[in-house]
């Protein structure tokens, strides 16, 4: 009885243009938009259009465990299972796919942007008397070309106890002689800031100072005992998109397979690989076919539903009060 009862009109009146939730009350539902931050920047399923909070989100509303089934019949057919998006024919989904899936060796196209991001990633070894602490042993900086501009050995600043030979490939011999890590670090604050002062970078400026990509950058920059400013940084470990679904990391390696469609870390883990795949991911997210006069926040702002305006939004369709709601992230593709 209670499956087969109809929505009432109120009911669908008072539902989530994004999420598609249902509220008994409009005021509900003007709460509900004022903590979801749902955005033009969200992913969507390209069958019912319905707003996810992170593109997991939306893969298991596509092809998990308990997907929705019409979506999930719809997108057997047309769908693409690494950029999630949906095509006109089975026959589109295949000519897509040949330039949607890379391999370690095949360079991603870098398009017109101009190569303002570098990407870094760092391998560690182990000290203390057990080598659980981590030390930078191996730092690699590459551009948006997946060229090379920066990598080297460093030399530890105390004693290494677990060289971690089986992940880092690393022996006594490759650090003996190997860069200091002062000097390490002013070879990369020179990378980074490109000739501008580091108290001069702003957040969208035009300065030259370049962005930085990677996965786990906080631990890297503490590990190498830099700063540089959080807006500057594109991290995938913290991207809300590509995180999971319980706004807990995703390792690199899962994304990689996940959203490149190959294989990393099967041996001896290169720092290099490591910097392709998070500028590969840096590049697919900056791609997204966002709006690009969308007001987007950076997570420093609210949402357009202040208090006194409650009786307005109370009238408004679900339809408008989307219209109003911004994200409380910087979406990347505002980075072009």
């Given amino acids: 009885m209670m499956d087969s009862r109809r929505e009432s009109s109120e009911t669908l009146r008072n539902k989530c243009a994004a999420c598609f939730r249902q509220y008994n009350r409009m005021e509900h539902l003007v709460e509900h938009m004022k903590v979801s931050y749902h955005s033009a920047h969200e ?81 560690m070894v182990g000290g203390g008397s057990d080598g659980s602490l981590d030390i930078c042993a191996r730092v690699c900086l590459i551009g948006e070309d997946e060229n090379v501009i920066f990598q080297t050995y460093v030399k530890p600043t105390t004693t290494v106890t677990n060289y971690r030979y089986e992940l880092t490939g690393i022996r006594p011999e490759y650090l003996r002689d190997a860069m200091p890590l002062k000097l390490v670090q002013r070879r990369i604050q020179d990378i980074l800031c490109n000739g501008e002062p580091l108290w001069k970078i702003r957040p969208r400026s035009s300065g030259r100072a370049r962005i930085l990509v990677g996965h786990g950058l906080d631990y890297e920059l503490e590990r190498l005992g830099l700063e540089y400013p959080a807006f500057m940084i594109r991290d995938t470990a913290k991207y ?14 899962y994304l990689t397979q996940a959203y490149l469609g190959y294989d990393i870390h099967t041996g001896i883990q290169d720092p290099y690989e490591d910097c392709v795949a998070a500028m590969r991911l840096y590049i697919r997210m900056r791609s997204q076919a966002h709006p690009r006069d969308y007001a987007s926040g950076s997570g420093e702002t609210q949402n357009n539903y202040p208090a006194w305006r409650q009786r307005e939004l109370e009238r408004m369709s679900p339809e408008e009060l989307l219209a109003l709601s911004g994200s409380d992230y910087y979406c990347w593709c505002l980075d072009f």
Avoid at 240 to 253: A, D, G, H, Q
């Fill in 43 to 123: 992913p969507r399923c390209g069958v019912c259009a319905k707003h996810c909070r992170s593109l997991e989100s939306l893969r298991e509303h596509l092809i998990g465990p308990l997907p929705k089934v019409e979506c999930a019949r719809v997108f057997a057919a047309r769908g693409c299972s690494i950029c999630l998006n949906l095509f006109d024919s089975a026959a589109a989904v295949r000519y897509h796919r040949a330039s949607c899936q890379f391999t370690r060796a095949a360079p991603m196209p870098r398009g017109s942007y101009g190569g303002r991001a570098v990407a870094m990633a760092c391998k």
């Fill in 240 to 253: 809300p998109p590509l995180m999971k679904t319980s706004k807990l990391s995703n390792s690199l390696k």
